[in-house]
């Protein structure tokens, strides 16, 4: 298979059997969640909940309390170094917006590219830090699992991959360009049935938690 046949099929077939079973895994994921059986709540309502369920959504990004000690103070500033530059690469890069324009039919503005060169360098050094923090640290190292490596696999080649493809580096273009959109096909398939779901359903959790609470009269 030449580099372009495999380009061709990549982001063909791959990326579109990628696509339905993200979509079929994630419709799944989310059902599961609202059939789950819960208990009535048989106590008098404060309030609807709903307003404190959106709420929660938002305030729990910024949660750090007195509580938060150095250590977890680091994860806490690491996690959100590389969710911001995540975000930052996948949907404010031009060559991203334009791929979604073509699948929604509408796009939305860019950041300079030196910028988002800038985030994804910062999140890659971001990504082997918390790697080396988890094998160093014994607690980490004790709660991990497998799954947990191949997460950060999953989330660590495709933004490698895709700045070394977009500043052609130590190998021919077409094979870096079909092997960043191989990493995204295969982080896609499996997204929904790793770890990674969360940051679908953390919306759903805090929103319930939040519905819940409000539901109690306990301050969000």
Not at 75 to 89: D, Y
């Amino acid at each position: 298979m030449t580099s372009v046949e495999f380009l061709q099929w990549v982001r063909g077939p791959g990326l579109a059997i990628a696509s339905i079973i993200f979509v079929f895994g994630m419709t799944l994921k989310v059902l599961e969640i609202f059939m789950l059986g819960r208990k009535k709540n048989l106590a008098e309502l404060r309030s609807s909940g709903v307003k404190e369920g959106f709420r929660t959504i938002i305030t729990r990004f910024g949660a750090v309390d007195r509580f938060t000690t150095r250590r977890t103070m680091f994860t806490h500033i690491t996690g959100w170094v590389f969710h911001v530059g995540l975000f930052v690469a996948i949907f404010l890069l031009t060559p991203h917006i334009e791929l979604f324009k073509s699948f929604l039919g509408f796009g939305w503005p860019a950041l300079p590219t030196a910028i988002v060169d800038f985030v994804t360098v910062i999140t890659l050094i971001t990504l082997l830090i918390i790697l080396f923090h988890r094998i160093t640290n014994p607690v980490l190292r004790y709660l991990s699992v497998g799954e947990d490596y191949v997460v950060w696999v999953l989330t660590f080649l495709p933004m490698l991959t895709g700045y070394m493809a977009y500043h052609h580096l130590f190998f021919p273009y077409t094979w870096l360009l079909g092997i960043h959109i191989l990493s995204v096909c295969i982080l896609m398939a499996l997204f929904p049935f790793t770890k990674l779901t969360h940051a679908v359903t953390l919306f759903f959790s805090r929103w319930y938690n939040g519905y819940m609470g409000g539901q109690k009269g306990v301050k969000q």
